[in-house]
């Protein structure tokens, strides 16, 4: 069936460090891709999106990247905080006009070293 | 504004009670959709409206799950005779319409004793 899931479970990285989080899709029909991060105990927070006419964009220390060709989407954090401590989850959406809400992923869990 | 709210924010019941779990989606967003997150996965889709209608329920598990958005705005989504197996966090998200980006509530903490 059509899934999107990660790459790693669980990335650590030193505090001031660039992070990269991978994810791999299996849909190729998606046309929108979403990442998120959920803190223990809260709902998914949206940290940024990019359309499958898009192969990059960028947001506030956070860019995405979509390669269509391989099904890749990554999300790369710069100067990692102790705030950026989370689960990250990429969701992908599909062509039924929303109808079929997001399919996520399992998750990775980044864990911020001082 | 104001973003999505859940309540209850936990829920304790015996297995076979029944419950219900209202979303209050943000001002304005048309589109409400219910997830249901079990430990250490990510959110399953369960249902999607669009106003007050429910344009696709095909994530719900099974006859005992039923949702409603009775005025297109405030959703409450209904639980009979659970399950243990219902034990999971119930996500809701709303968007300004389909193809939008989705915001979601802190979830209601659901467990089946």
């Known amino acids: 069936g059509e899934s999107v899931g990660l790459h790693l479970p669980t990335l650590s990285v030193q505090e001031g460090d660039n992070s990269i989080i991978n994810c791999a899709y299996s849909n190729s029909a998606s046309d929108y891709f979403i990442w998120y991060k959920q803190e223990s105990g809260k709902g998914p927070q949206f940290i940024i999106d990019?359309?499958?006419?898009?192969d990059k964009r960028q947001g506030q220390r956070v860019t995405v990247l979509l390669n269509k060709t391989v099904k890749h989407l990554s999300l790369q954090i710069a100067a990692t905080q102790p705030g950026d401590s989370a689960v990250y989850f990429c969701?992908?959406?599909?062509?039924?006009?929303?109808?079929?809400?997001?399919?996520f992923g399992k998750g990775t869990h980044l864990i911020i070293q001082p | 504004g104001a973003g999505v709210s859940q309540t209850p924010s936990n829920k304790v019941t015996e297995k076979g009670k029944y419950v219900e779990l209202r979303c209050d989606p943000i001002s304005g967003h048309t589109a409400l959709y219910w997830y249901r997150q079990s430990l250490g996965q990510g959110p399953e889709f369960l249902i999607y409206?669009?106003?007050?209608?429910?344009?696709?329920d095909s994530g719900l598990p099974n006859d005992r799950f039923f949702a409603v958005r009775p005025e297109g705005s405030v959703s409450t989504l209904k639980i009979q005779r659970t399950e243990r197996g219902d034990s999971a966090v119930y996500l809701c998200?709303?968007?300004?319409?389909?193809?939008?980006?989705?915001?979601f509530g802190p979830g209601t903490r659901l467990l089946v004793l």
């Open positions: 998200a709303s968007s300004q319409g389909p193809q939008e980006t989705q915001y």
């Open positions: 990019i359309r499958s006419n898009m």
């Open positions: 969701a992908e959406m599909g062509t039924g006009g929303g109808a079929d809400g997001l399919t």
């Open positions: 409206f669009q106003g007050t209608g429910a344009a696709d």
